[in-house]
């Protein structure tokens, strides 16, 4: 088992920058990487950030790239997800996921093992 915490999230004006982290507890060794995720209200949950801890590789999404930054340490069991140039559209619950399968996209929520709680990001205009 792997136990994820979030935080970091509030409310911040259109243009602002938030710095969300996430720690994880248990079986951590067992992480081949970690993501972030967002939902808004109403609509289907969706991939921001990965990085893939035997590469160092990192993964955005087109919408958040150039703006957001996914950067942690594998042996700290930390994650952060740096965002600047926030938006309105950025507002959702973002959530921090650990997959321990080696195959598989790292843009896809079903190949992620285990999820935090989530925390509250909105921006507003």
């Known amino acids: 088992q792997v136990q994820l915490v979030e935080s970091g999230g509030g409310l911040v004006q259109a243009g602002g920058s938030l710095r969300l982290s996430c720690a994880a507890s248990?079986?951590?060794?067992?992480?081949?990487?970690t993501g972030w995720f967002r939902q808004a209200q109403g609509k289907e949950r969706e991939f921001v950030a990965a990085?893939?801890?035997?590469?160092?590789?990192?993964y955005y999404a087109d919408s958040v790239k150039g703006r957001f930054t996914i950067s942690g340490d594998n042996a700290k069991n930390s994650v952060t997800l740096q965002m600047n140039g926030l938006k309105p559209e950025d507002t959702a619950v973002y959530y921090c996921?650990?997959?321990?399968?080696?195959?598989?996209?790292?843009?896809?929520?079903?190949?992620?093992?285990?999820w935090g709680r989530g925390t509250q990001v909105t921006v507003s205009s």
């Open positions: 996921a650990v997959r321990t399968v080696y195959s598989g996209s790292y843009y896809s929520t079903s190949t992620y093992d285990y």
């Open positions: 248990g079986r951590t060794f067992s992480s081949y990487g």
């Open positions: 990085i893939r801890w035997s590469r160092g590789s990192t």
